[in-house]
């Protein structure tokens, strides 16, 4: 028998999922941002070639293809019965904010972030990986799914006849 997700579940999965796509789109905008900034100074894509460089390339590739799969990810994994998998992204999403804070930090510290607007992208990366990880930690936390509830509760085998 599948048991059906709760309201407050199905929300945070919702608000997971759309975590990762808003922050997936900011990465792109902020990419092409920097393309387009390259383009109109002339500088033969300097800026790119150090950051991200082609040794980067490969990063940004599976960086996207785990931002792009991490909402698949999510839904298909409320099935199982296990929180495992829960934890697993909740561990994900707190590398990923790791990672674009101190991505953030080295351009902070370089000199290559001097205005707000230079900024505003990466401040919005971060609240919204800050987003994904709190309400990941909190889908993480809810009780188990209740079809096995009610196989390891007393309750459950007494009400359902179970043996």
């Given at each position: 028998m599948k048991s059906e997700p709760t309201l407050?579940?199905?929300?945070?999965?919702?608000?997971?999922?759309?975590?990762?796509?808003?922050?997936?789109?900011?990465?792109?905008w902020a990419f092409?941002?920097?393309?387009?900034?390259?383009?109109?100074?002339?500088s033969n894509f300097r800026?790119?070639?150090r950051d991200p460089g082609v040794q980067g390339i490969p990063v940004l590739v599976y960086t996207g293809a785990i931002y792009a799969l991490m909402p698949l990810y999510v839904n298909l994994v409320s099935e199982f019965k296990?929180?495992?998998f829960r934890w697993?992204?909740?561990?994900?999403?707190g590398l990923f904010l790791v990672f674009w804070i101190l991505h953030?930090?080295?351009?902070?510290?370089?000199?290559?972030?001097?205005?707000?607007?230079?900024?505003?992208?990466?401040?919005?990366?971060?609240?919204l990986g800050l987003w994904v990880l709190l309400n990941s930690m909190k889908w993480a936390k809810l009780p188990?799914?209740?079809?096995?509830?009610?196989?390891?509760?007393?309750?459950?085998?007494?009400?359902?006849?179970g043996s």
């Open positions: 407050r579940e199905e929300s945070l999965r919702t608000q997971i999922a759309m975590g990762w796509i808003s922050a997936f789109l900011v990465i792109c092409a941002i920097v393309i387009c900034e390259n383009a109109m100074a002339n800026e790119l070639l296990t929180r495992l697993i992204a909740v561990g994900v999403a953030h930090l080295s351009h902070w510290h370089a000199g290559t972030r001097p205005t707000f607007a230079s900024n505003a992208l990466d401040l919005t990366l971060h609240a188990a799914s209740a079809a096995e509830t009610d196989r390891t509760s007393v309750a459950g085998k007494v009400a359902l006849g």
